[in-house]
């Protein structure tokens, strides 16, 4: 990781306190937490946290919301960890390379199994992805907001899903006229 070993330590805080708050309101809020990344450099008490996280949210099923949350994560690393995976697989003889498709190939990245995000939120002032979801992202609204995440709140989200709402989502294709 590319910061202060101090601004490290209390980013691992703050997340800490994050999966501690997703575990107790995860029900309540009906919204399944979900972590991606290489996860196995994170100290041991974090991915007994995320794995206590995991089973909450497959309790609450595939029909909640999602909310994903990325660390020691990056897009690239990612497309490149699932082929590297499915390259294996060809190896071992377990995959055919020419019939690879784009939800074959999905089944190997770190969200496998989650649907692509509808909206993708990038506060802190930044208009740029930082190589975030980037296979995922090919058909999800972007809100950007100048709010640093620690002081996003409730207030701040429902003005993104308010932008959101105001979208018209074509998935590549053409903008539909108005009906006379």
């Not at 107790?24 to 994170?42: C, K, N, P, S």
């Not at 660390?71 to 071992?92: P, S, T, V, W």
């Not at 620690?150 to 053409?174: N, S, V």
Request: aromatic share 12%.
């Amino acid at each position: 990781w590319k910061r202060p070993q101090d601004e490290v330590d209390a980013l691992m805080n703050l997340f800490r306190s994050y999966l501690k708050e997703a575990a107790e309101t995860m029900f309540e809020r009906g919204v399944a937490v979900r972590v991606l990344g290489d996860l196995t450099v994170l100290p041991e008490d974090i991915r007994a946290q995320i794995a206590e996280v995991d089973e909450i949210a497959d309790r609450l099923g595939p029909d909640a919301a999602t909310a994903s949350l990325c660390i020691n994560y990056g897009g690239r690393d990612e497309i490149l960890h699932a082929a590297r995976a499915f390259a294996r697989d060809c190896a071992a003889g377990e995959q055919d390379a020419d019939a690879l498709t784009e939800e074959g190939f999905s089944r190997y990245l770190y969200s496998s199994g989650l649907p692509d995000p509808d909206l993708l939120i990038r506060p802190g002032g930044e208009k740029r992805i930082s190589n975030y979801l980037l296979w995922q992202c090919a058909y999800s609204e972007f809100y950007f907001c100048d709010t640093l995440w620690p002081d996003f709140t409730d207030r701040e989200f429902d003005k993104a899903l308010i932008a959101y709402q105001h979208r018209e989502r074509r998935f590549g294709g053409l903008k539909q006229e108005k009906q006379k």
